[in-house]
Every structure is written in structure tokens, then in C-alpha cells.
């Protein structure tokens, strides 16, 4: 494993007097919070000016109230305010952190329904498969608005991505608008995390080197943190007494060789084969989606068969204990600030996982195609590891992706319908032409005021 010889962008120096402003669209969900207190860590990031956006004035004003509350607990010395013209915020800013989302739940079950109502099940359908493809174009119409306000306002300012589907996300900022942006998931260091944990390890006790895709990375060597010796072979071994929905991760890591993340639900998004076992029913995810919003903690799968593969995984799902300390440090690497501190204070750090353009970082897939890597973070550059060849099983199903994703793309800033039926004939769960021509039409109807462009 090498690193790539050039960096992928330049941090001001360490030194600066003038302190980093951070625009933060999006300010009402769970990363808001986050992303403060991980400020904390960082000298440089102690006196930030912090600017929090949304499209509601009360949403504003009570992540104000938040920031000032972490500011005030954590002993820093921030500048913050809110509103809700972003391109305010964007001017003159250092970093922008984006968490967007509209009506987030919603739309996802609507998303799942309209594609089961086609014959198409999917496990979750979220960021891939048909379902995937609506809420990715949802999301690409909203952040071709903020790219624009950028490249027009502040083209320099450089973009941590927290919003899924971050793949899709990031190819429009980077490929088509050339915002130097990244992606930061707690996908990989989350599951290996509670991985560890399930085997009476600490969250920490495992270190990966991992690549792939957003919510589809593959653990490539796993080392023992204390003793750097190979982890995989007692991993292969302990991890099939572990808990119920990584069988599928399971079943692959003994077909492809490698153990691929984060957890069954995201995995099975890019996988024709993910809903064939009798423990991922055809509907499984669109009932757990149901159960779940109807409070799962009370019901726990009450209203299925009590052995029945659902009823299983809603028990699962609810009384899972871990991870059993969140707050441990391994759980918090992937906060916003452990990925802007290292690159404005010019520090040396390494990051498990970050998601950015290839750029030969993994040798078989396309130098343009948006990828998950682990990266140097130095003197203000990010450096991604050369981590080279994917086995030709998982680089093939990594490509497949990226060029769903590509004509999405497209397709969503075109406003191209042939473009994005394309994409749904070239998904895995898809097998008609009938089925993609309905998914689209339904999909297309259901969001003509998310998705203008196609009207």
C-alpha cells in the first residue's frame, strides 16, 4: 500500500490569525451537534466562526442555541450565528459542512413502495437500487443548487459531505463543478467497530484497510491494533457466531475473499442476490421500515410470525446492545472536525475512511470514479492511499455502480428521463424493461416538485 504522490488540496497555514468559517447547511439533524463538538479537538478550530443554515427559521435558531450550549460546555471560544440565505453563509467561508435532507423518511418508504409495487423488493433502498435512484436525484437536485452558489461565490472553499447518497453527491460536486469535496462516513470504523465488540473486543482493537464505495467498501487487511499481526484469519473464523444481519457480509467474504461493509442492509443495495435467502424475505425491509417507525422498541416484530426472518431481525434490531459504549473514541473518528482540524493546523493524520475522487488510488476502477479510501491527512493536503487492484469479483461489482451513478448524474442535471431509465435497467434488482419503464414513471410523478427538471 502506497500513498498518492500529490495531495488533493492546499489548508491555509497553521499559523493563521483570521479564524476558519465553517458553513453549515443543514442544521437539524444529528451531525449538527456532532461536528461542533469534534471542533473541540482542535486548536484551530476552537475560535471558528461558525454560521448555521437552514430553511426554517426555528430549526436556526435552535441549532444556534445548540452550538453556543457545546461552545460554552466545551470551553471554546466561537463566533456563531445562523440564517437562512446559505449563499451568506458560503461567502467568504473556509469549509462548508453539508447535511441536507428533505422530508427524509417519508419519501424514503415511498421510494421502497413504489418500487415493490413493480415487483422490485429491496432490503433497505436507500442510495442504491430503483428506490435508491429517487432519493439520489432528489438529493443531486438540491446540491446542484449549492454547487452553483459555490463555484459563483467562493469556488475555493472546500466542501465535508455528511448527506447520502454521498457517492452520487460527490461526482457532482467534484466532476461536474470541481469543488474540492470529500465524503465522511462512519460506515467502516462504526461496524468494525461493533465487529470488535461482538467478539469481546474493544471498538479500537481492530484496525482495517479498507476500499470501495460508499457503504460498499470491502476490508482488504485487517491487523490486531495492539500487535500488527493479521487479524483476518481469526476474524473469518469468530465473525460467524456474530450477529444476525451480517449473514449476507458473511456469505460474501467467503465467496469473494473479502469481508465487505458497513452491516447487511447497505450491502445488499448493490447486490442482485440479496434477496433470495430465506432470512432476507422479498419485502423484509419495507415491514422493518414500518415496524420501526411505529416504534419497534415496544412492538419487537409483535405483529409477525414469532420465528418468521422479520421477526428475527426486528428483535435484533431493537435489542441489539452495541456498540456499548457510542461514545467511544473509535466511534467518533469520523466526526467532521477529525477531517478539517488535521487539514487547517497542517497536521499528520491518518483517516480510515474517506470519500473522494479516485485518482488511481484503486488501480482497476475508473481515475474519475468517486471512491472510499484510507488517506494521509498532511501539511494541509489529503493523501489517499494507493491501495492497488481490487479482486476482479468486487472491482466488477464496484463498476457497475459507478456507472449507475454516472448516468444518474447526468441524467439528474440534464433532466434526461432516457438517461436515468438507463440506470434503472443497468441495477442489479431490475430484471424488465417493463418494471423499469413503471419505476420511473411512478417515480418520476410521485416528485415533480423535488425534480423539476424533468418536466
Same mark, same amino acid.
Given at each position: 500500500m502506497q500513498t498518492q504522490t500529490q495531495g488533493t488540496s492546499t489548508a491555509k497555514s497553521s499559523s493563521q490569525t483570521k479564524p476558519v468559517k465553517v458553513a453549515m447547511i443543514g442544521a437539524s439533524g444529528i451531525?449538527? =451537534?456532532?461536528s461542533i463538538t469534534s471542533f473541540a479537538k482542535y486548536e484551530?478550530?476552537?475560535? $471558528?466562526?461558525?454560521?448555521a443554515v437552514d430553511i426554517e427559521q426555528d430549526i436556526v435558531d435552535a441549532a444556534v442555541s445548540k452550538a453556543k450550549k457545546i461552545n460554552k460546555e466545551e470551553g471554546m471560544n466561537m463566533t456563531i450565528s445562523g440564517t437562512l440565505d446559505r449563499k451568506e453563509a458560503i461567502e467568504g467561508a473556509d469549509w462548508v459542512i453539508t447535511a441536507v435532507e428533505k422530508n427524509r423518511f417519508d419519501f424514503w418508504k415511498q421510494d421502497v413502495f413504489i418500487a415493490e409495487k413493480h415487483g422490485v423488493g429491496q432490503v433497505c433502498g436507500e442510495n442504491g437500487g430503483p428506490a435508491g435512484v429517487f432519493h439520489a436525484l432528489r438529493q443531486l437536485t438540491i446540491f446542484q443548487g449549492i454547487s452553483e452558489d459555490i463555484v459563483s461565490l467562493n469556488p475555493s472553499v472546500r466542501v465535508a459531505n455528511l448527506s447520502n447518497p454521498m457517492t452520487h453527491i460527490l461526482m457532482l460536486m467534484k466532476n461536474h463543478?470541481? +469543488?474540492?469535496?470529500y465524503g465522511i462516513c462512519h460506515g467502516l470504523l462504526g461496524c *468494525? =467497530?461493533?465487529l470488535a465488540e461482538t467478539m469481546g473486543m474493544e471498538p479500537d482493537a481492530i484496525e482495517p484497510i479498507a476500499a470501495g464505495l460508499n457503504h460498499f467498501v470491502w476490508i482488504l487487511e485487517m491487523h490486531h491494533a495492539e500487535t500488527g499481526e493479521d487479524f483476518y484469519p481469526e476474524f473469518k473464523k469468530r465473525v460467524r457466531d456474530n450477529i444476525f444481519y451480517n449473514?449476507?457480509?458473511i456469505e460474501c467474504m467467503d465467496i469473494f475473499g473479502k469481508y465487505p461493509v458497513p452491516y447487511d442492509s447497505h450491502i445488499s443495495e448493490y447486490l442482485s442476490f440479496a434477496g433470495q435467502e430465506g432470512w432476507e424475505d422479498h419485502d423484509l425491509y419495507s415491514k422493518l421500515f414500518q415496524l420501526n417507525q411505529a416504534d419497534a422498541k415496544h412492538k419487537k416484530g409483535a405483529e409477525f410470525e414469532p420465528d418468521s426472518p422479520i421477526a428475527l431481525l426486528a428483535i435484533e434490531e431493537t435489542s441489539n446492545k452495541y456498540p456499548a459504549n457510542p461514545n467511544h473514541p473509535r466511534y467518533r473518528e469520523d466526526d467532521a472536525g477529525e477531517l478539517i482540524g488535521p487539514l487547517v493546523a497542517g497536521s499528520k493524520e491518518?483517516?480510515?475512511?474517506? *470519500?473522494? &475522487?479516485? &485518482? =488511481? $488510488? +484503486?488501480?482497476?476502477?475508473?481515475?474519475d470514479a468517486i471512491v472510499e479510501v484510507p488517506s494521509y491527512l498532511h501539511n494541509g493536503h489529503l493523501y489517499p492511499l494507493s491501495v492497488g487492484e481490487l479482486p476482479l469479483g468486487i472491482a466488477s461489482l464496484c463498476q457497475r455502480q459507478i456507472d449507475i451513478q454516472r448516468l444518474i448524474v447526468e441524467g439528474s442535471i440534464k433532466g434526461d428521463r432516457g438517461l436515468i431509465l438507463e440506470s434503472l435497467l443497468l441495477d442489479p434488482h431490475v430484471r424488465t424493461i417493463k418494471q423499469a419503464r413503471g419505476i420511473l414513471e411512478d417515480g418520476l410523478n410521485a416528485y415533480k416538485v423535488e425534480l423539476p427538471q424533468f418536466f
Open positions: 451531525f449538527f =451537534g456532532k484551530c478550530l476552537r475560535d $471558528a466562526e461558525i454560521v463543478y470541481n +469543488i474540492e469535496s *468494525t =467497530g461493533v449473514k449476507l457480509s491518518f483517516r480510515p475512511a474517506v *470519500t473522494v &475522487q479516485n &485518482q =488511481g $488510488a +484503486i488501480s482497476n476502477l475508473p481515475m
